[in-house]
């Protein structure tokens, strides 16, 4: 799998916990941000993405609705 090329984002809410497990970490610390995303059942894959390799993140406000 190529880790730059992402699906966009179609779950606003988990988005919006991935975004704020970022502010968290850069706020307090990783293990915070850590806690805090597996308290919202975000993935292992995704909470090492984003917290430990943040040049695979994606855009802020990169999500894709379903309608």
Known sequence: MDLLHHTPRVDLARSEIVDRG???QASFSTLCAVEYM????ISSAIIQRVLLQPAQRRAAGQVMHNN
Not at 38 to 41: G, I, T, V
């Open 22 to 24: 970022i502010e968290v």
């Open 38 to 41: 597996k308290s919202h059942n």
